[in-house]
Each structure stands twice: as structure tokens, then as C-alpha cells.
């Protein structure tokens, strides 16, 4: 009957495994407002995209009511994109929702502050002594993004990476700038001082 996607806490990218799924093209990408489109006449409620999607925005209404019910839930949802930062600094991904490639890390970077970890095997530490990102990003604006990218050679190049784990800090496209080497919790205060002094 239709599907909605809670836009609170989607990621609103291309690469949406609803429209990967969908068989009937009632979740499609539009190029030209760069979001996920629905089209609710195309919908079957066949439940793909729902299950497809790795954080539960997707949600399949199978009549009136449950319409309406889920409409209310999503509107009165509290969370944004940043609940769901499980992911650490400096260590092993935890969610492959935040992996990214180099080859898509220019698409990835939108309006706003986005963040980025470089990373390689031999950077990653222990993941209890790693810091939640959330805690990172608890003084940036809802919209704030994370990712992890495992850099290549052209990627340290490019944004001249001594050392690994490197924190790339970018704002309305631009890199503002970075922060090279693994910061202990111990470390967490440090690394935000830092990160904020770049963002300021
Ligand atoms: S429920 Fe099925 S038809 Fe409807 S949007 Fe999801 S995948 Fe497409």
C-alpha cells in the first residue's frame, strides 16, 4: 500500500538498498533534488526495501491505519542520524552502514560537516579503547555525518596522510581540516578540543 522512510535517521544516499530491492521502482533516486523519491502508486507493500535496510528508516504501511500510525512514529521520532554513530574512532567498523569507498568519499561529502576516518588494518586498535563517535560529534549539528574509508595510496597523497587513523574534517564541501594518529578514551576530551579548534 505505500512505504516511508523516516528521513530523521536515513543516510538519504544513492546507494539506498530499498531502491536496490525494489522491484516495482516505487523507491527511485531523483538525480536532480539528490534524494530517494517514492512513489506510492508503484508501491505493492512487498516488504524488500523494509527489510533491506540496515537501520530500519524504511517502514512498509499495509493499510489506512498503520499508515498513519507509523506516519505519527516517524514524526514524533527523537533521533537523528548521530543515534546511530555505534561506530568508533580508531578502530574495527562496527557497522558497515558507515563504510564508505575513496572512489564515492566526493559524493559522500555534502553540506554541512562530515567527517571522515582513514583508516588502514594496522591503525585499528582495540575497539574498548576507541572513542564512540557520538561523543565526537555531541557539539555539531544534527545533519553532522560519519564514515570510514580504508585509504589507498592515492587517498594519503591526496590529503597528505603521515599517519593512521587520520580524522578528515570537511564543511560545505571544503576540507577544514585534520587530525592524524589513534587518541586513546583516555585521549577523548584531547581529540575534541582538537576537532572543535579546526571546526571553529
Ligand atoms: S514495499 Fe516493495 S514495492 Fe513498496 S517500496 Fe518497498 S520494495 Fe518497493
Known sequence: MAVLVNFKICDNA??????EVCPTGALSWD????TIKIDNEKCISCGSCEQNCPIGAIRVAYDDEEYKKISKE???DPRTTKDLFVDRYGA???SEFFMI??????KKIGDGITLVECYEDDSIQCLLKSIPIKDITSNMPKDTMFYKVEANDELKKKYNI???PTLLLF???NLL?????YYQVEQKEELINKINEINN
Open 92 to 94: 574495527a567498523p562496527l
Open 101 to 106: 569507498e575513496e572512489k564515492d568519499l566526493n
Open 162 to 164: 603521515n599517519e593512521l
Open 171 to 173: 564543511k560545505n564541501g
Open 177 to 181: 581540516g585534520k587530525i592524524e594518529g
Open 14 to 19: 544513492k546507494e539506498c538498498g530499498g531502491i
Open 74 to 76: 516517524i514524526e514524533e
Open 31 to 34: 538525480e536532480e533534488n539528490e
